[in-house]
């Protein structure tokens, strides 16, 4: 089957993989659709540090084609979008509602596939760039089967990730003022569930003016290409201010643009060893730096609320969707995200 790897030096677009069959709690999905997040991305560049080969991807939606011993909340021919959450479901983190917290869910990357001989990663327990892959069973959340799959697939990482680290994380109020630095795939989300949060001033900043009208749309009342005009806006600072592009002069602006209070949300990935620094007394009057891991989110309930917003709405998907292309064309959806082209390219199957 075909599949997008990784082996240290190079990404290829193969098609002698083969996946295991699910075990006990697992669930073999055929991948119809899978967004190209910059994550993956990171690990091609040594951002995020991950072992190789691995087989990429971690954004997708598909249809289950078998389940193993003791699964029974999804069945063959269930639509699913896929968490990148293997969580283990029985520790205290999980039993206190915080699964992303898991430690059985922290880098332990399975082995399922294999080309030959070798044995290759799964990258972010999904590896959602292969015809078929093995899930846990945790992993696979039911979805109406009249929502298109390749927008679907967004709401495994995208959509959980910004939107979640409004809702769960930041926990947005009604009224609040909200700056969202960076308008990529996980920014735009962070915009819409401000929106949905009811927050009464969002603030876009993005370097590029292009992305205007796509980030009013998911929900800026105000745009900017630096953040040295939002205390023009927000005289006083802002309430949040979600640093999504990963780099460190960023959160510096982050924190400084906050007002009494205020929080800053950490959800871009610089590099692993990267430093941020950061004046300490402008924290004294009750602000806060918080990092942010996947939305702070529990999937099996987030995926299908966003999955009902959508239907009825209030949550922006399609419109994540700015290109679609056969995995073939992996090469061309790389230089399109690496050139800020594009919210999300899609790869299809």
């Known amino acids: 089957m075909r599949g997008v790897v990784f082996d ?37 560049d040594g951002t995020i540090p991950f072992p190789v080969p691995v087989v990429l991807g971690h954004e997708g939606a598909g249809v ?113 003022s909200v700056v969202v630095i960076g308008t990529g795939g996980i920014g735009l989300n962070v915009l819409q569930g401000a929106r949905l949060a ?7 900043v993005d370097a590029n003016p292009a992305k205007e009208k ?46 009494r209070h205020g929080q800053a949300i950490l959800l871009g990935v610089p590099p692993a060893t990267a430093e941020a620094s950061f004046l300490v007394s402008s924290l004294y009057l009750d602000k806060s730096v918080l990092g942010c891991r996947y939305g702070s989110s529990r999937p099996q309930r987030d995926i299908a609320l966003y999955a009902d917003l959508y239907r009825r709405g209030r949550l922006l998907l399609d419109e994540l969707v700015t290109a679609v292309h056969p995995v073939e064309d992996f090469a061309r959806a790389r230089a399109e995200a690496e050139a800020g082209r594009v919210a999300r390219a899609v790869l299809t199957f």
């Open 8 to 44: 240290g030096t190079q990404v290829r677009v193969v098609d002698d993989l083969v996946v295991r069959d699910p075990g006990p709690g697992e669930v073999l999905v055929a991948i119809a659709a899978a967004g190209l997040c910059h994550s993956d991305l990171s690990v091609v």
């Open 198 to 204: 009811g927050a009464l001033r969002i603030v876009a």
């Open 64 to 176: 289950v084609e078998a389940v193993g011993a003791g699964v029974g909340h999804v069945a063959p021919g269930d639509h699913v979008a896929l968490s990148t959450l293997a969580n283990c479901g029985t520790c205290a983190e999980c039993d206190r509602g915080r699964p992303t917290m898991c430690r059985q869910a922290i880098g332990r990357p399975g082995k399922p596939f294999t080309r030959g001989s070798t044995l290759l990663h799964q990258f972010a327990a999904n590896s959602a760039f292969a015809e078929r892959t093995v899930v846990k069973a945790v992993q696979a959340v039911r979805i109406p089967k009249d929502i298109p799959l390749e927008s679907a697939a967004l709401i495994g990482c995208g959509v959980l990730t910004g939107v979640g680290a409004v809702l769960n994380r930041a926990r947005v109020d009604r009224g609040d």
């Open 214 to 259: 796509v980030a009013r749309q998911f929900g800026a009342t105000d745009f900017l290409t630096s953040t040295d005009g939002v205390k023009d806006i927000l005289p006083t600072g802002a309430d949040h201010a979600f640093e999504c592009v990963g780099r460190v002069e960023l959160i510096r602006q982050a924190i400084d643009l906050l007002d």
